[in-house]
């Protein structure tokens, strides 16, 4: 079974942390991994840097920015993770945009991703119709479960449409915002939360952006079966370098 | 062959809605009914109405007799330059601020690269009365001072794109990140025939009265509809869709696009997107983009600010490939050179986009019965800096 759809049946609310690979450097990428499994995480999302996120705020695309200046490559992240399955059991996640994953070419990017024990992938600007259409069964061929977002503005057909073609989780835009800018929640969430809770979907959700400590992990996880946190960990490493996870998570839970 | 959309929203393999599920809503509802707002009666008559009363159209084609002398067949010129704001966009720009309007928005947002679109959103949201965002990048406000505070004068407010290369491509990522914040009551006025279906299909209908006219014009000027070759340079490419749209299907007229080869297309410092890019996504479609192997988009260079992108508009990517249109590169020196000679020889200080569309003169040789017709999308005055350092004036 993949490792993400057997950690969903854990009876827990799930912490997913998101950082950029070859941030804050180029060698990083395995070691916070490691300390994120050490320190209790329960899902890691490791983005693939792009040089134009769209969907990003300031803090992940600065650090995006900040590993291309690395030298951080499609090639160089799967050298990285080439060993990752000796030293970690954790569920991972390729999360990054479709236009590099495109020129290594979908299918070869996703047999390699297959081969290192990567789990899934998150593409945000890789349409749920296209994806249906065209890529579908190479991923299912790999056994890569597939992450679609759903925002305060999806529909509830929409929703239903992205659940039928779901595999793993659905990715709960907490608000209709870019990474990194929300400041905390009020009524509106608490309301998209309870709806989207009611519809009964067959597919967990996890609720990303706006989530950066304790109050915002416990209020997103009311309903839904867990939180990312991308932009508030990314502080983090930016302001107490890649040595410190142990603080930064230990405030979470 | 079909060089229009198709009913999925591409032209060829190039073109779709690459967009994150944020947008989804915004870009499906303008899908949904683009096409039936543009076809009311009312919209029509409103839209025409400004065209004519406001932005001067229709624009004259004018027939360039010493230019047509010098290089020995005959040339038209298709005088955008003359409109309000001095150039194409703005026929974009009204059919947008109506479609907007008609959707219900109460704000506009806006990206712009040497400030001619973002002058000519500004335009029409003055003249509609509704509140004006205009992303720039940092670079480009620094350098395109008059068009900044034009659109200032206007009422719009001029936000810095930081990001990146802080040029046309970051200031659209800046502006589609406002229209993720702001999902209910905004639109995004895209400037080119770029972005998701259906804005490329949109933008090239809005531009398409340039070819229109070009048919009754011509008809009256020459006793047909049909030049044998319509010449347009192309940054995103929407003052060339306009210029080809009616066209597109009439085999006997040539297509021939002009990019921007900057100081040489093997160069390091060029934009011509036909020559280097490879199948990509940038800004929400499939199209030419320059790029890494890696697929990390890379920065274009040309002396010219509205040529000055990465990626061309799908419909054009198509085009290409499908050898529909001819496609030709040419230097900022050879551009230069051809806005000083048009200057010279006609009285008429072309825009340094636009000057690029006349260089094909002298990498091309028409016959001397050929009937070319080239859009001069863009008048010079915003260049006049330019081109007093570059011929040290």
């Known amino acids: 079974m993949n490792r993400i759809t057997q950690k969903l049946q854990e009876d827990k609310k799930i912490l997913s942390i998101y950082f950029s690979a070859g941030y804050p450097n180029l060698n990083d990428t395995v070691q916070i991994i490691q300390d994120l499994e050490k320190n209790g995480v329960d899902l890691i999302e490791i983005g693939l840097p792009f040089s134009d996120p769209l969907a990003d705020g300031p803090t992940i695309q600065g650090s995006s920015t900040q590993a291309l200046h690395n030298g951080m490559t499609t090639e160089i992240l799967f050298n990285q993770l080439g060993n990752i399955r000796e030293s970690v059991s954790i569920p991972l996640i390729i999360m990054g945009y479709f236009n590099p994953m495109l020129q290594y070419g979908v299918e070869a990017f996703c047999q ?3 081969e290192i024990g990567i789990d899934g992938l998150i593409i945000p600007d890789l349409p749920v119709d296209v994806y249906a259409e065209k890529y579908k069964a190479i991923f299912e061929k790999y056994g890569l479960i597939n992450v679609f977002l759903i925002t305060p503005q999806t529909s509830d057909e929409r929703i239903r449409f992205i659940d039928s073609v779901s595999n793993g989780f659905i990715y709960m835009v907490s608000s209709a915002s870019v990474t990194g800018s929300q400041a905390g929640f009020g009524n509106t969430q608490e309301t998209y939360f309870e709806r989207i809770a009611n519809l009964n979907l067959k597919n967990p959700q996890i609720v990303g952006f706006g989530i950066s400590n304790k109050e915002t992990f416990s209020q997103a996880t009311k309903y839904a079966k867990g939180a990312i946190i991308g932009s508030a960990f990314i502080k983090h490493l930016s302001e107490s370098g890649s040595g410190k996870i142990e603080e930064f998570i230990g405030g979470i839970r | 062959m079909n060089f229009n959309v198709d009913e999925k929203g591409y032209y060829g393999e190039f073109g779709g809605a690459y967009i994150p599920e944020m947008l989804y809503p915004n870009v499906e509802e303008l899908r949904q009914k683009y096409l039936s707002i543009m076809d009311e009666p009312d919209f029509k008559a409103e839209f025409n109405q ?8 229709p624009s004259p084609l004018y027939f360039a007799k010493r230019l047509s002398e010098k290089y020995n ?3 038209y010129l298709k005088r955008e330059d003359l409109n309000h704001t001095g150039a194409h966009k703005v026929n974009n720009t009204i059919g947008q601020i109506l479609l907007a ?5 109460k704000r506009i947002i806006a990206e712009t690269g040497a400030g001619q679109h973002g002058v000519a959103t500004a335009t029409v949201c003055a003249l509609m009365g509704i509140e004006c965002i205009v992303y720039m990048g940092e670079i480009d406000i620094a350098r395109q001072a008059p068009n900044v505070a034009r659109m200032k004068m206007l009422g719009a407010e001029v936000r810095p794109a930081l990001s990146g290369s802080r040029t046309l491509k970051d200031a659209t990522n800046e502006a589609i990140r406002d229209w993720i914040n702001n999902p209910v009551d905004t639109h995004y006025i895209i400037g080119s ?8 299909d949109m933008v090239t209908r809005f531009q398409s009265i340039i070819s229109e006219e070009i048919k009754w014009q011509l ?18 490419g929407s003052n060339a869709a306009g210029t080809y749209y ?3 299907h009439e085999p006997e007229v040539g297509i021939i696009a002009v990019e921007a080869a900057g100081k040489g297309v093997d160069s390091g410092h060029s934009a011509a997107t036909s020559k280097l890019g490879k ?10 983009l320059m790029q890494t192997v890696d697929g990390q988009i890379t920065e274009p260079y040309s002396i010219s600010a509205g040529l000055d992108y990465p990626g061309v508009g799908p419909m054009h990517a198509h085009l290409a490939q499908s050898g529909r249109g001819e496609f030709f590169s040419v230097t900022d020196d050879d551009a230069m050179n051809a806005g000083l000679q048009l200057t010279k020889l006609e009285g008429i200080i072309p825009a340094i986009e636009s000057a690029h569309a006349f260089a094909v003169l002298d990498q091309k040789k028409f016959k001397p019965t050929d009937v070319v017709v080239i859009s001069l999308s863009g008048r010079g005055d915003k260049d006049l800096d330019n081109y007093i350092d570059y011929f040290k004036l």
């Open chain 2, 279 to 288: 199948v990509g996504v940038i800004h929400g479609c499939k199209t030419l």
């Open chain 2, 73 to 75: 067949t005959k040339v």
């Open chain 2, 219 to 236: 008809k009256e000027k020459e006793g047909r509809e049909n030049p044998d070759y319509v010449v347009a340079c192309i940054g995103g």
């Open chain 2, 101 to 105: 309007k008609r959707l219900g928005k």
């Open chain 1, 112 to 114: 390699k991703c297959a």
């Open chain 2, 50 to 57: 400004l065209l004519k009363d406001y932005v001067g159209r």
């Open chain 2, 246 to 248: 009616h066209f597109l």
């Open chain 2, 193 to 200: 025939a770029i972005g998701p279906h259906p804005y490329p």
